[in-house]
């Protein structure tokens, strides 16, 4: 009698152990990487629906931003494979003076153009803590005129930017993108 207990017990380890790694940290879909289109660079201006302007700086295979809309102040790092970054944020709120509050997670962006608008857009999601999804939708377009300042120092024309110090040539933000927050 013992050793059929013992072997229910094992069955329903076995068996509900699959079920079980579906709740814990790893996603529960994927996001496909591609490679990185010819022109991409995640660095620049960027404008989103959802979170305001964003700044990003891209060197290699890392990028740092910063970003801000209404009472919510923002900065993300993160890792770049192919067309996709993948990314922790960490943002501050003070909906009431005196009482900011900050959350973070993790979250991606796939990088794509949009030939008909002749812009570069971002597509990407948010999530908490250690999940980089099921917080929300997070999409951006680029700015075609304006240059990163990760820092926060300078006017948003360029002046202030750092500089991506990538030697990446599409940092310029010639290659595509939009100034009209309308248009998204």
């Not at 996709?84 to 501050?92: A, D, G, Q, S």
């Not at 002749?118 to 240059?147: C, F, Q």
Request: aromatic share 8%; glycine share 16%.
């Amino acid at each position: 009698m013992r050793l059929a207990t013992l072997m229910s017990a094992l069955i329903l380890v076995l068996v509900g152990a699959p079920a079980l790694h579906g709740c814990g940290g790893a996603p529960s879909h994927s996001i496909t990487v591609g490679a990185l289109p010819a022109g991409a660079s995640f660095t620049g201006v960027w404008f989103s629906p959802e979170y305001g302007e964003m700044h990003l700086e891209q060197s290699g295979a890392t990028a740092i931003g910063r970003y801000a809309k209404d009472e919510r102040t923002g900065r993300l790092q993160g890792s770049i494979e192919g067309d996709v970054m993948r990314f922790e944020w960490t943002e501050h709120r003070e909906l009431i003076v005196g009482r900011p509050v900050e959350a973070k997670g993790h979250g991606y962006f796939k990088i794509y153009k949009n030939d008909a608008e002749d812009t570069w857009n971002l597509k990407g999601e948010w999530g908490t803590d250690a999940s980089e999804h099921g917080g929300g939708p997070w999409n951006a377009v680029k700015s075609k005129t304006r240059r990163p300042d990760v820092a926060g120092t300078g006017d948003g024309t360029g002046a202030g930017s750092s500089g991506s110090g990538s030697g990446d040539s599409s940092s310029d933000d010639s290659s595509g993108g939009s100034d009209e927050l309308d248009s998204l």
